[in-house]
T-cell receptor, first 111, second 115 residues
Framework: EDQVTQSPEALRLQEGESSSLNCSYT??????LFWYRQDPGKGPEFLFT???AGEEKEKERLKATLTKKESFLHITAPKPEDSATYLC????????????FGKGTTLSVSS | GAGVSQSPSNKVTEKGKDVELRCDPI?????LYWYRQSLGQGLEFLIY????????KSGLPSDRFSAERTGGSVSTLTIQRTQQEDSAVYLC?????????????FGPGTRLTVL
């Protein structure tokens, strides 16, 4: 069964304290891995797509990496505005199929 | 351009009533998805529309749930005889299926509360 597991469930950081979020997956025929950010009361906001092992993508203080079994979202020198729930999802099988989501990591950054 | 829009943003209903939730996808996106997000749970796939093809209904939890997509654009998710366990945030997403890998863009969701 295709599965996505995110850890930790919650992470509290001080402003400027870098860390990483983990997303491990078990799927057959991975087409891509997605990272989303979700603020309270809002829909998920697309951040990155990773297609193959070894790929990396960066956006401001965020950097996403992918291996054959997991992905990491590295947060460098976070700010309070980075506080949100970060969701990882995979797409497997045929193009356009539904995403399989993890339960997310809720990040809190205090000043 | 405009993103995915959903209405209503909040819906409170009594157990046993029917509800309709609406989704307007991004213009030009041919694929449309419905997901459900319950407290403490990840997003759960419900149904997927792709162009004029028959929808993928494999995620619908019961026959009380149905969805339509008219004219290849707007979609309505209908829940009949609502139950308390249907309380959740219902999210709609759309994507441009012309790409090999389909980034999905989400609307703000409809928060459904069944009393």
């Amino acid at each position: 069964e295709d599965q996505v597991t995110q850890s930790p469930e919650a992470l509290r950081l001080q402003e400027g304290e870098s860390s990483s979020l983990n997303c491990s997956y078990t799927v057959s025929g991975l087409r891509g891995l997605f990272w989303y950010r979700q603020d309270p009361g809002k829909g998920p906001e697309f951040l990155f797509t990773l297609y193959s092992a070894g790929e990396e993508k960066e956006k401001e203080r965020l950097k996403a990496t992918l291996t054959k079994k997991e992905s990491f979202l590295h947060i460098t020198a976070p700010k309070p505005e980075d506080s949100a729930t970060y969701l990882c999802a995979v797409q497997a099988g045929q193009a356009g199929t539904a995403l399989i989501f993890g339960k997310g990591t809720t990040l809190s950054v205090s000043s | 351009g405009a993103g995915v829009s959903q209405s209503p943003s909040n819906k409170v209903t009594e157990k046993g009533k029917d509800v309709e939730l609406r989704c307007d996808p991004i213009s030009g996106h041919t694929a449309l998805y419905w997901y459900r997000q319950s407290l403490g749970q990840g997003l759960e796939f419900l149904i997927y529309f792709q162009g004029n093809s028959a929808p993928d209904k494999s995620g619908l939890p019961s026959d009380r749930f149905s969805a339509e997509r008219t004219g290849g654009s707007v979609s309505t998710l209908t829940i009949q005889r609502t139950q308390q366990e249907d309380s959740a945030v219902y999210l709609c997403a759309s994507s441009f299926s012309g790409r090999a890998l389909n980034e999905q863009f989400f609307g703000p969701g409809t928060r459904l509360t069944v009393l």
